[in-house]
């Protein structure tokens, strides 16, 4: 198990794409900064959407995490699952005596990993580019709280930020693995990937217009069953001063997760793993 | 000429996938079309909305299909032409006939504008018709910017709608053509299209037509002389096809 995890880590980082991926990241902060530049002028230094050094990293996040993140796992789990099955090069891990399940669940393993590693460099390179391009006052202000935080608290309120994402994306990979898995060709499996995201996005979108006919609760949490939706407004309101839905949104990334995970099992069972 | 195009059709139509999107855009006009005559009201743009009658149902049909039709549909057939065949060795049968390239280039092109054609005809066609018959009737509707047009000048207008729409959509084909032609593998054109499209709205706030298609079409036809057609998009669609020209035949063509 574990040589096959370093073969899967060494045929992954074989790609031009991954080092690419690691490249572009400074890009798309400088991006997100410009962008971010742009609406701070817009707006008045104590509300909370506006850019410091501190909160960059949080809000670059906000603002690339259901594009470019979602995005990235598209292209990376098709790559790796769909792509390598459909081309043959699956064919020399296949001939070894592992298990598809193995296979799978290295891949998997090793597509979390990857993962990890961009949330950190995404991390480390957001507090470099916010020290250069914004102000650092002592302190300032954070969405739905009310006293300001100075750059030790912001730090630990971006830390757990990130940790949140972190999580979201988990629950995004395991539906993206289960497409891939099923998909015949790779054009496929992008293509239900982005249907299943702009699903996810638009039907939540669909649903304010019905916001009048039911409570409060009841729109929060139909609104947050959408993994997109959650990552966009669902940690920071999870991450409030009285936080909301964190059970219900926990329970819907884990019911995400285990639902997925269960249809890929199910899949990868019934599949003919002869190429 | 005919042969290539009746080769590239039937390769085109060979794949399950091409008659499974068909399908699916089917059933996603019916359950739109669904929404419609429940809800009853429908959008120009995020701040305008409107009651939806028998006469501007057709434009507001399209404008809830658009997002499927740019981010789903086209890109994943112009992936599959421009690169799946090349990638995947389908397209050497072609390669090896004395064909001009640029014929097979024009040839694929012209089969994906078919598509999208037959697609934007039928939706339409279903929005037309059922809004004739099934919608609240009137004499006359007023469409974004306030023009109040009767039942032959709400036709012209949901033509000129769909002219414009079809125009971007083949703007967008070519643009998805050339990063196809440039990506090593079909995953990568068709998210490199789709980059492309949500990328345009970061460079200029002029080419988020690409981004939300319907909106800037009723923005455009609402204004009273508009050079959005002669100024943008012609010269984006000129220039992105002797790109493409361009690209089509340095590629060595290795198989």
Known sequence: MKELLVAEWERLWKRKVAWLTFLLVPVVLLAASSYLQKENGALTVD??????????????????????????FLVFITLVVTGEYRSGQLRMVMIRSYSFKEIILAKAAVILLFNLLFFITYFC???????????????????YHSHAFNIKEALVYNLS????????TIAICCVLFFISVISKTTTTAVGIGVAFILISFS??????????WMSEELFGQLFFTSVPMIQWQGITVMMAEKPQFVGWNFGVLGFYVLFFSGLTYVAIRKKESFL | MTGLFISELERTFKRKKTAAVLAVYAGLLAFIWFFFQRGGISFFDADHDVKIDSLNSAPLLLRDLSFAITF?????FVADSFNGEYTSGALRMVLIRPHHRVKLFFVKWAVQCLLVFIILCITWLVG??????VMPHVNETTFLGGQTLGTVGALLYSL?????????????????????????NSILSYVATIGALIGSVYVSDKLSFFFSVTDSVFHEL????????????????????????????????VG
Do not use: D
């Open chain 1, 125 to 143: 390179m957001s507090y470099v580019i916010g020290f250069l391009m914004f102000e650092h006052p002592q302190t300032y202000f954070v969405f």
């Open chain 2, 222 to 253: 609402s204004r009273p002389n508009s050079e959005f057609l002669v100024n943008l998009l012609f010269p984006i669609l000129l220039i992105s096809l002797i790109i493409n020209l361009f690209v089509w035949k340095k590629k060595e063509w």
């Open chain 2, 160 to 184: 000129k709608f769909y002219g414009i729409c079809f125009c971007i959509f083949i703007a967008v084909i070519s643009i998805g053509s050339i990063l196809s032609v440039l990506m090593p």
């Open chain 2, 128 to 133: 037309t018709c059922l809004g004739r018959m």
């Open chain 1, 47 to 72: 509300l909370p959407q506006y850019t410091f050094a501190g909160n960059f990293p949080v809000l670059s996040l906000a603002e690339m995490l259901f594009t470019v993140f979602n995005a990235m």
């Open chain 1, 203 to 212: 039907y939540p979108t669909l649903l304010t217009g019905f916001k009048q």
């Open chain 2, 72 to 76: 789903i549909v086209i890109p994943m």
């Open chain 1, 161 to 168: 930020f990130y940790g949140y994402a972190y999580l979201t």
